[in-house]
T-cell receptor
């Protein structure tokens, strides 16, 4: 079955500290992988995506993610967190053979301590 | 270009009532998707329109939910009668081409509370 697991429901980091949010997926075909962020009152904003090629992808707001096929993982990282990064983060997997629909993880809520 | 617009942003209704959610996709986007997030759970796919046709409605929970997209423009999602477990945030997304999933744009969602 296709699924996405985000093991951490809530993470708190200090401002300026590094961040890694975990994502593991199960998908039968070559996956398209995504990270979205949702700030309060906002829609889902795409941070970055992986389709093929270089397994380290850069996104907006200084985020990056690395696709590791052997580990079925697509972890999101940021070297230095800012207070404005506090939000909920969602990992998702999809593919053309799915008609473009996405399968999401449960989300990880990030809190940032001053 | 204007984004995906959803309204209302919030709706509180009593169990047994009817609620209609609306989504206006980005102009020219043939693909329109509805998703739902029940509290504490993952965001789940409900259905996919291509223009006015339902391409995939495998995620619709039951026959109390009716989605339409007349004329291939805006879409409505009606819940009738609403139950407590229907509470959650309903997201709409649109894209021009399903071969380009990163062309998805999500709306801000409608938070539905059934009391």
């Amino acid at each position: 079955a296709q699924s996405v697991t985000q093991p951490d429901i809530h993470i708190t980091v200090s401002e300026g500290a590094s961040l890694e949010l975990r994502c593991n997926y199960s998908y039968g075909a070559t996956p398209y992988l995504f990270w979205y962020v949702q700030s309060p009152g906002q829609g889902l904003q795409l941070l970055l995506k992986y389709f093929s090629g270089d397994t380290l992808v850069q996104g907006i707001k200084g985020f990056e993610a690395e696709f590791k096929r052997s580990q079925s993982s697509f972890n999101l990282r940021k070297p230095s967190v800012h207070w404005s990064d506090a939000a909920e983060y969602f990992c998702a997997v999809g593919g053309y053979n799915q008609g473009g629909k996405l399968i999401f993880g449960q989300g990880t809520e990030l809190s940032v301590k001053p | 270009e204007a984004g995906v617009t959803q309204f209302p942003s919030h709706s509180v209704i009593e169990k047994g009532q009817t609620v209609t959610l609306r989504c206006d996709p980005i102009s020219g986007h043939d693909n329109l998707y509805w998703y739902r997030r029940v509290m504490g759970k993952e965001i789940k796919f409900l259905l996919h329109f291509v223009k006015e046709s339902k391409q995939d409605e495998s995620g619709m929970p039951n026959n109390r939910f009716l989605a339409e997209r007349t004329g291939g423009t805006y879409s409505t999602l009606k819940v009738q009668p609403a139950e407590l477990e229907d509470s959650g945030v309903y997201f709409c997304a649109s894209s021009r081409n399903i071969r380009d999933p990163d062309g998805y744009t999500f709306g801000s969602g409608t938070r539905l509370t059934v009391v």
